[in-house]
């Protein structure tokens, strides 16, 4: 018997009526073995059928259709596209990004992860939305402005934007080597905030959340942080870091979607 489908939503967005939402957790799909249940990602080794059907299981959580959907190809760039035309929601290397932005409402944006941080976004009045995918290189290198530059450029208020940042991993999960903190400070010497010692001499425990969110608060926006470890959260969760630790042959991904309101 499949588990219930479950889905997290953000206060922030909730209020925006205009749109609709949803951080999925890994319950309530198809898929079997080490990938069980919602895995929504092609890119894994799991049988495509189920993977299609799962992410059809998430629209129709949504109230949308399994055909709204679009995704990227992600390749931790800083890279966001608009999406302003048709799309085919079976092939994302269409797009080789991060983020998508757009301002129809015929798309539902979607970003997959497994220990990176999802980041949705809408502008105040709900007709200008965007999904960002940002693991450490890609914040580091700007994704997150690149992505509210594309929502600018089409529409919203940079003032007016609203974010929410989805299950990713923790900073207590997330170990880091000594070469790790040096970008980072480069670029900002307060993100040394963001660093802690790990148990490991010369290793630290980094907050991609707290990272992720700082930058957008630096520009102003208003941010929500679910704060969902997703590598310590076993029973919720896909974790790319778990399962390496694990020894697991793949991982599956966790989906969050933002769509405009037909």
Known sequence: MTAPLDVIKDDGLLAIDAITHGFFTR?????????????????????PDAVSQNR??????????????????QVHSAKAVIIDGP???????????????????????????????????ASQDGTVIGAAHAGWRGALSGIIEATLDAMESIGANGKT??????????QQSYEVGPEFPAPFLAEDPAAITFF???????????????????RLLRRGITVCHSRFDTCALEDQFF???????????GYGRNLSVIARRA
């Open 27 to 47: 319950n309530g799909g198809r898929s079997q073995g080490i990938y069980q249940s919602l895995n929504t990602g092609f890119g894994s080794d799991d049988d």
């Open 56 to 73: 059809t299981l998430c629209l129709k959580s949504l109230d949308l259709d399994a055909d709204a959907l679009v995704t990227v190809h």
């Open 87 to 121: 799309h085919d929601p079976h092939n994302s290397a269409d797009h080789k990004a991060d983020a998508m932005v757009t301002n129809q409402s015929g798309a539902a944006l979607g970003i997959l992860t497994a220990d990176c941080v999802p980041i949705l976004m």
């Open 161 to 170: 934007i609203t974010a929410a940042i989805g299950p990713a991993i923790g």
């Open 196 to 214: 802690k010692d790990a148990p490991r001499t010369g290793h630290y425990l980094f907050d991609l959340g707290g990272y992720t969110s700082a």
């Open 239 to 249: 974790s790319y870091r778990r399962s390496t630790l694990n020894g697991e042959a």
